[in-house]
């Protein structure tokens, strides 16, 4: 809008992608982190928390509906539920966190070298795009059933799913700033590629990669249980939410505790990690929303 | 229009040769696993494997096999189901339309409840229906949508019972029959992506509605519902029409775990059981074909893309 | 050529000036504010003013005094949050402020017609410049066919000085040069033929000086031939001198100085409009597009306005008594001139402008 009301508007608009943390934390951004933190002090708790096995199998006990002994009640095998869910926990924030950690080096380093090298984009632009032809659960379906089921793969699949569009972000930034002035400024004083590149160009892409990297977290959580729940992701016994789903399935009409507690977890750890992308991105700028770059 | 719409068409054939390329690669990235898969957990003789290798021309190099794979799949040949023993054209024809009528209604049931919401949540901001639509969306898109589907059979199929849980008939069984049993799957598959669309919508309106030209087009006189409708919604479409495309292509990711949940029959389903039992041939048909309707929506999504935006009609 | 009369005082109605029932348009002890996080800004404070029928006022002050929220006040769009708290605006003894949202939009585009500052970005890039041109006539001459419609349309764009009308109608507005959609944009304000007050917001700032000197050329024409009242908005001093009747100066959502555009640019009275007149390119030298760096400073911030008069950081004939004490109020000081400063009569002669002004 060019009709600011005198410089009171107009300043509360940052300029694009400029990091603007000046700003007062976004309320979605905390309820994110306050979701978030009861799961991860879960996950690394864990053995604390419970003293029950996951995996201990106790037939006499089976499909108890919830009560004080087992808060969430048994599955068909008699196993703890609340047991389950807590250990359940560190298989989704291990995979959330490794393929995160993937996604990140991968997609900003192939990022980088396509935005900036004309002949290595042409090799990895292609790929990453040909990448996002499969709609996405698709390509996860085909990278496991190629690479067989376990919790690495599944950290595996998710990386190649979401790597595209980190790069995606990172060679836009790349490009975008390649004919700046204060890179043109860093080169007449000698800085090299990799000087150039990691000091002054890398974090102007760091906002924006960041919020898509915790969409990225979200998105590895939900496909990790689809996978599980379709039984091509973390095998059994490994009590995964997406398997607990799973095994749920012929029970949905006596003991209805199997299968909303793992699906209320997943939906709280994926909503509380959009909460947090939503948040940094409207920290960073609200507009980036629509221009459909994240 | 015309010339950009024949370049855009033309650039469909590349497109389908990556994605069978990518297709084939992927699924033989690891050697060996076709036969493995194949003789399954049985005791088989070393000799007996070899002869099986052979037979389907797997002890040849890669690039070989390649050669010979791609001119067959290019006119859509991908082969025999080591499952089903049929063809796989015919194992994918029999179950495409199940997969079309879930991804194509719950497309219909997505955009006509998400971009009404979003204008009004875009031209209501800040009001009572933009939060509600801004919760309901973050909702629905943390929400796996098989755990949705879940929950949704316990509520109106079992305990309600005013549904039937699972399974499919075809229309030929009666309307009723047909549509009673997609109306939970549908709803299932719809939650998320009307989340999308409705949070692009709204964005995408707000900007829209922040631009000069819509306080030109107040100052003419026009009323506000024409404001809206007229100038603000044909600029925010080029944005939404993309949205929508990804959410198609979301959808038909999606409508693999839906299929799985609801026991329905389609291309979803049977990608699935082909990649547990790991018919490869199957899996790439399968995956392949299903890609292919993506790739049809996205054609059609780029078309109205340049419909709405004559920047990019050459 | 008669100058109006100018009703322009704090306390309306009271001013000698005023003559009942020829001014076309008059606003009074309008206030328009936007909340903020610390409380309501006021943008536009308690400001008067009138424009006479086929009168052209010039309102002069850089980005943020409160031009443009004026001229969209006058229209009823004031952007969101903003709202009008106080005042009249009234259009032929109509108060605009309390007409139902129908009646203004019959008004607007029709009686009332507005033009924007950027032609790149007020036509709407997904619709032909036909249609954005024949939608005006839709809705405020339903009758009309739309062969006659389209007609009009072309009819219109000749007269504005387009060239080859009929293929422009079918075109897209990034097809057209920016010159050409200020055209465009006139032509869409006009193409009722009802306007009896054109606002034009800065329609000359976002177009190189050729296109500029053109279309205030146009402008000038086009009101004599429909004798339609112009509120020329601008930051340029000298398009003022060369079009207006009469100016207004506003700074900080406030009008500072009121006159007829001789004895202004004879003797400027506020220091603000001094400073402007200073920063005026010399005859000769390439106009400025820029905003005014002649005045130190800029214009104060409205959340956070200081004690006093709002321009005392810039002033340079300040005094700590009494500029800083009390706001000054606007003073009549002839016929048809005020002016708001507590010194005004005490400030040193001002000459060295007319030579300047002469020569553009």
Redesign the interface.
Known sequence: MSTEPIGTQSEKLSPPRAIAWHQRANPMFVVGVLMLTPLILMAIMAPFLTFLDPLSINAPQKLLPPSWAHPFGTDHFGRDVLARIVYGSQISLRVGIGSTILTALFGIFLGVASGWYHWADAIIGRVSDSLMIFPGFVLAIMIMAAIGPSEFNVIISVTVLYVPRVIRTVRASVIEFRGAEFVEAARTVGAGDFRLLFLHILPKAAGPVMVQLSFGFAWAILVEAGLSFLGLGTPPPTPSWGSMIADARDFIRSAWWLITVPGFMITLAVLSLNLIGDGLRDMLDPRLQSKGIL | MFEYALRRIISFIPTIFITLTLIFFITRMVPGSPISSLVGHQAVSAEQIDAITRDLGLDRPILVQYLEWLPHVLIGDFGNSLFYKQPIIEVVAERFPVTLYLTVFSMIVTISIGMPLGIYAAIRRGGAVDYASNAFSSIGMAMPSFWLGFLLIIVFAVSLGWLPASGYRSPDFGIWNWLSRLILPVIAQSLAQIGLVVRMTRASMIEVMGQEYITMARAKGLSETRVVLKHALKNAMTQITTVIGLTFALGLGGSVIIENVFALPGLGQLITIAAIRRDYSMLEGGIFYLTLVALVVNLIVDLAYAYFNPRIRY | MTKPALQTNGSPGTSDDSRAGENLLEIVKLE?R?P?NTGP?T?IDNLDITIGHGEILGLVGES???K??LA?SI?G?V?PP?KVTKGKIVLDGVDLLTTD?ATM??????KV??I???PM????????IGNQMA??LA??CPDMKRRERRARSVEMMERIGIQYPENRYDQ?P?ELSGGIRQRV?IA?ALICGNVRLLVADEPTTALDVTIQAQILELFVKLQAETQMALLLITHDLGVIAQTAHRVAVMY??RLVEISDVGRLFEKPLHPYTRGLMYSLPRAGARPRKSHMPAIPGT?P???DLPPGCPFYDRCEYRQQQPCREAMPQLEQVDRGRWVRCHRWHELPQFEVLSARLDRR
Do not use: K, W
């Open positions: 328009v936007f903020d800004v943008v943020g005094c409160g443009s929220m969209r229209l769009l952007p903003g949202e939009q019959d008004i607007r585009g029709n017609s507005i924007l500052q950027e970005t007020s036509l709407n890039p997904v619709f032909t939608e005006v809705i405020h897209y990034h944009m869409i900080a959502g214009v911030n409205l959340a």
